[in-house]
C-alpha cells in the first residue's frame, strides 16, 4: 500500500516537473518570437528615430554565435524571470556600444545548451540597433561563482558570456563556464556614434 502511494506521489511529481519545464519552454519560445520580430521591425526604421534607451527587461540585441547553433534576442538583467526568456546583459556592465566589457549570462539547459561546442578563434555576434559588434573568443574557462573579478571593467571592448557548468549536471551546477573575446569589428548603423569600423581590437 505504501509503496503504491509512493510509486503514485513520484508520477504525479514527475508529470508536474515536465509540466513546468514544457511551459518555461513554451513562454521563451513566445518571447523570442515577440521580440525578434520587435528588434527586426525596430532595424528597419531610420536610424534617427531608434529607440536607444536600455531598461529592465528589455532588448539589448541579438547574440549569434553560427558555430554552435545560437541565435537569440538578449534581454537587459539577470533576474530568473529574465534568464527562464533570454540570455541576459548582466547590468552594470558595458554595452556594445561601450568600451568596456559586455557580460551575458545564460541558462545552460536553455539558450547557451550548446555553448559547450564553442572553440576559441571563433565568431561572436552581438547586433543591437546601433551597430553589429564582432567578437573572436579568447578563452575558455570554468571558474568558481565566486569569480565575480570577470564581469569587472575592461580596458578594451570585450565580451563575457557566462553560464553554468558542468552542462549536464543534475540540480544546481557548482562552477561557472566563461567565454572571453575581443572586438574586432563593428558596423556602426546610426553615424552619430563612434566607429571603429575595420579596426582589430585586442583585449
Avoid at 149 to 163: A, M, R
Wanted: aromatic share 6%; net charge positive; glycine share 10%.
Amino acid at each position: 500500500m505504501l509503496l503504491s502511494i509512493l510509486k503514485r506521489a513520484l508520477l504525479l511529481l514527475g508529470i508536474g516537473a515536465l509540466t513546468y519545464a514544457g511551459a518555461l519552454i513554451a513562454e521563451s519560445y513566445v518571447m523570442q518570437r515577440y521580440e525578434t520580430l520587435k528588434f527586426d521591425r525596430a532595424l528597419a526604421s531610420p536610424a534617427d528615430i531608434r529607440a536607444n534607451a536600455v531598461i529592465t527587461g528589455g532588448p539589448i540585441g541579438r547574440l549569434t554565435i553560427p558555430s554552435v547553433g545560437i541565435s537569440a534576442i538578449v534581454l537587459e538583467g539577470d533576474d530568473d524571470s529574465t534568464l527562464n526568456v533570454a540570455p541576459g546583459h548582466v547590468p552594470g556592465t558595458s554595452l556594445p556600444s561601450e568600451d568596456g566589457n559586455v557580460a551575458i549570462a545564460g541558462h545552460r539547459d536553455t539558450f547557451f545548451r550548446n555553448l559547450e561546442r564553442i572553440r576559441k578563434g571563433e565568431p561572436v555576434t552581438l547586433t543591437t540597433l546601433q551597430g553589429v559588434y564582432q567578437y573572436q573568443v579568447d578563452s575558455l574557462e570554468v571558474v568558481d561563482p565566486s569569480r565575480i573579478d570577470l564581469l569587472k571593467p575592461s580596458g578594451s571592448p570585450t565580451v563575457t558570456l557566462v553560464t553554468c557548468y558542468p552542462f549536464h549536471f543534475v540540480g544546481p551546477a557548482p562552477k561557472r563556464f566563461i567565454v572571453r573575446g575581443h572586438l574586432v569589428h563593428t558596423q556602426m548603423l546610426n553615424k552619430s556614434l563612434k566607429r571603429y569600423q575595420g579596426r582589430a581590437i585586442r583585449g
